[in-house]
């Protein structure tokens, strides 16, 4: 029997995770189908129960269903609970579980691109504190040795953020990168500027440490201004591309029962869609 396997969002269509999980499928001659769903708000509960009856092994959840999935599932992952957002489901024997792997994405494209980045004593530099940023900490407060400067532009949110979730974190205004850059073996930028051509003109890459690696988790553009300038100042640099890929990683497993491989040619797949 084909083993199915979907996303759900609404909107669906901009979603490329119908594109690297049929690769995969493909490389590894699964009886399986990984589906996008368009499934509005007022039709989750409805949509869990064609879950439960056993139509599908799991799937991904995206915008905007991240955080209402959890009063529906059965179990919720206590790292989820911690992100604050649900985007994996995997079902067992009529029940949900939700996970999210947005995290183990972030760590699988570093520990890819830029192997031992943290092993160092130096500080991150987190800039933003919105919900991808949730899944940044919870990533670092498993590998970081130094502290964890959180900088955003409204610091009352840094600062909520900092009293949610455990860790080594401080939260500053975005005036506190000039003392703190020094430190910083790390600059992950997980806010949304870097689209449409934002950038940062606050950001002086003269005051970083010159083996700083710069990380950016918006990946279209790939190259977003950050990660350009931070080249053109000589610091290595990793893009957010390989953070969707790997998170991805966990889910196939899970349904289909082969851990896939975040391989160039599916990269290559991924980025010629991204429309550059
Ligand atoms: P979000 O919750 O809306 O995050 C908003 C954050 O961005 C806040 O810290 C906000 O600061 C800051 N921000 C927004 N506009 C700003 C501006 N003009 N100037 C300065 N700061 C600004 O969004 P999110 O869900 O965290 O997602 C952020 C980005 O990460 C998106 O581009 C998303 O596509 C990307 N992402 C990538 C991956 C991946 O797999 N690579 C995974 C998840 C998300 P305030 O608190 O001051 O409002």
């Known amino acids: ?15 490329r995770s119908p594109l690297i999980h049929g690769t995969w499928l493909a490389e590894h001659g699964i009886d399986g189908s990984y589906e996008a769903i368009d499934v509005a708000p007022d039709g989750l509960p409805a949509f869990f129960e064609r879950l439960r009856s056993g139509e599908f092994a799991g799937g991904n959840v995206t915008i ?6 959890f009063a529906l599932c059965d179990t919720v992952d206590p790292l989820a609970r911690k992100i604050g ?3 994996t489901l995997v079902v067992r024997s009529g029940k949900v579980l939700g996970s999210n792997t947005d995290y183990l994405g972030f760590l699988g494209n570093l520990d890819a691109a830029a192997p031992g980045w943290s092993d160092g004593p130096d500080d991150a530099m987190v800039i933003g504190a919105g919900g991808a940023a949730r899944a940044v900490l919870v990533a670092l407060q498993r590998r970081n040795g130094g ?32 003392s703190l850059a020094p430190r910083t073996g790390i600059v992950i930028n997980t806010t949304s500027i870097g689209m449409h051509g934002t950038r940062f003109d606050w950001l002086d890459f003269a005051l970083l440490p010159e083996h700083t690696l710069v990380t950016d988790i918006v990946y279209v553009p790939l190259v977003t ?23 991805a990683v966990p889910g196939f497993e899970a349904w289909f029962g082969v851990r896939p491989e975040v391989t160039p040619a599916l990269r290559a797949r991924i980025e010629a869609t991204l429309g550059h």
């Open 85 to 87: 957002a649900v985007n």
């Open 1 to 15: 029997m084909t083993t199915k396997a979907f996303i759900i969002g609404h909107p669906i269509n901009h979603s």
């Open 225 to 247: 201004p950050l990660l350009a300038e931070a080249a053109a100042h000589g610091f290595r640099t990793v893009d957010g591309l390989g953070m969707l890929l790997h998170q």
């Open 147 to 178: 502290k964890v400067h959180i900088l955003n532009r409204t610091l009352a949110n840094a600062q909520a953020l900092v009293g949610e979730i455990e860790g080594p974190f401080e939260a500053h205004a975005f005036d506190a990168f000039a």
């Open 64 to 69: 905007p269903h991240k955080e209402a999935v």
